[in-house]
Structures are given as C-alpha cells and as structure tokens.
C-alpha cells in the first residue's frame, strides 16, 4: 500500500538534510550508488523506498533512520 503523503513527507525529509549537508541531489545520489533520477523520485515521493535504500541515504547524510521521520 502506497501513501502518498507519507512518501512526500519522507522524501521531503530527505530534501532538507540533502540541503543542510549542502548536497546537490546529484552528489547525493552519488554517494548513495544511485542515479540523480533515483534520487529525484525519491525526494519528490514518487517512488516507495526499501528500507536498504534509506538506510544508505542516511549513511551518506550521516543521519539516523529516524531523522526521516520526524515531524
């Protein structure tokens, strides 16, 4: 089951961490093994992520899983 708010607001999430660390998507994506396009989509909610996945966007933003998640 997607849901769709959810997924904008994790994606969000990543965003402004992306932002904060001062990462474009496309160094972001690189640190991760990803395509920018990959991480666009993930950013703007259009795709519902593994677990893996979010666990190497937090590694490369040197974040806890749980920062995704928080309000």
């Known amino acids: ?3 769709p708010k959810f997924l904008a607001a994790v994606g969000g999430r990543i965003k402004e961490l992306r932002l904060k660390k ?4 496309n160094e972001l994506a690189m640190l991760c093994n990803f395509e920018k396009a990959s991480m666009s989509r993930i950013e703007s909610g259009q795709t519902n992520v593994t677990i893996y996945t979010l666990k190497k966007i937090s590694k490369a933003l040197e974040v806890p899983l749980t920062e995704f998640f928080k309000d």
């Open 22 to 25: 001062n990462l474009t998507q």
């Open 1 to 3: 089951m997607n849901d």
